[in-house]
């Protein structure tokens, strides 16, 4: 990388989105007076009496988990989108509305409540990529959803109401605004090139080895050259395939390794259980080829400087485009360090 890039302003292009986002490493330099986020590393029990999504308590609805002992899935009991709501549009001048239509379920990682995916063994990580798989295809089968989205929201920063480790699979008729940029994209590259564009992206990434992170035989964990999140990172298959159906077993611990490598490093970074927003795109179940789509898992980490410093998404980010003080190439050489 030149000096330039570490030094002065400039923006970066998101190929998977088509935007671009400010870049300003001279203001890492500055000090902060602002917002400290109080985060507890105070140790769970491995099971809480209290909550709704350890084995064989009764959640809000009254119905009782089963006493499960690796990973368990249900059809969350406060769902955002709703799989009998009618059919029905709006469109009067401006006013533009359509109903949408979808199946919201939460799946629980581990029945021992004081874990994450960053302390589970790999071995029970493979379970949570196995169920992830099972869910994609049984719900993508159903005729009026034409995408999965899985996510995990990780840490009291990050919203989550409950410490369990969990995650969520959110399907709909629709596909999301990121997904349908990335679709775009990834479509469009692949008609002019016959190619993949994330493939292609990771064949430059391994070459420059200054984002790399973390490599094994069928995985690579990089921080995007377009990262928005300060310790943002990306985890990309070597192999191009569209969707995590298409993982084979060798696969699917590999993947495993990934995320366990990356979580930990997250924990090492600022010693604490580290937050963050991570999901997995794929292509849609909409019955089409989709063979420009190339798979992938992203996680967004908010804290900025420390345990307690968080990075917020104000003001010019609301305004005109996302904004980051510390380069990708300072964050990956971190990360680096902890793998």
Not at 23 to 50: L, M, Y
Not at 107 to 130: G, Q, R, W, Y
Not at 270 to 299: D, K, L, R, V
Request: hydrophobic residues 35%.
């Amino acid at each position: 990388m030149t000096n330039n890039l570490q030094d002065y302003s400039h923006k970066r292009y998101n190929i998977l989105t088509g935007e671009w986002v400010l870049v300003s490493p001279h203001r890492a330099k500055r000090p902060w007076q602002g917002q400290n986020e109080a985060i507890s590393n105070k140790q769970r029990p491995s099971h809480d009496s209290t909550c709704y999504l350890c084995a064989g308590n009764t959640r809000i609805n009254g119905e009782k988990n089963p006493k499960y002992e690796d990973v368990f899935v249900f059809t969350n009991d406060f769902a955002a989108l709703q799989s009998a709501s009618p059919s029905f549009s709006l469109n009067e001048g401006l006013f533009k509305a359509k109903s949408e239509q979808g199946i919201c379920k939460v799946i629980c990682f581990s029945p021992d409540h004081s874990k994450s995916l960053a302390n589970m063994d790999v071995a029970s990580i493979t379970k949570v990529v196995e169920v992830w798989q099972k869910e994609y295809k049984e719900l993508g089968a159903i005729d009026f959803i034409n995408y999965v989205q899985i996510f995990e929201n990780k840490g009291a920063v990050m919203g989550c109401s409950n410490p369990h480790p969990h995650g969520q699979i959110w399907s709909q008729s629709e596909l999301p605004n990121e997904v349908e940029k990335k679709n775009q994209r990834q479509k469009a590259y692949f008609s002019e090139n016959n190619s993949s564009l994330l493939g292609d992206y990771l064949t430059q990434e391994l070459k420059a080895k200054e984002r790399l992170i973390y490599q094994n035989d069928d995985f690579a964990v990089v921080v995007p050259f377009w990262a928005v999140w300060p310790f943002e990172t990306m985890i990309i298959p070597k192999r191009v395939a569209a969707n995590i159906n298409q993982l084979s077993s060798t696969e699917r611990t590999s993947f495993a390794k990934a995320i366990s490598k990356t979580t930990k490093a997250y924990d090492g970074l600022f010693n604490c259980s580290f937050p963050y927003s991570s999901g997995i795109h794929q292509s849609p179940t909409n019955q089409e080829a989709n063979e420009h789509w190339h798979w992938h898992m992203s996680f967004y980490p908010p804290l900025l400087r420390s345990a307690t410093v968080k990075k917020f998404m104000v003001g010019y980010e609301m305004f005109g485009s996302p904004q980051r003080d510390i380069t990708a190439e300072q964050a990956a050489g971190r990360l680096q360090n902890l793998i």
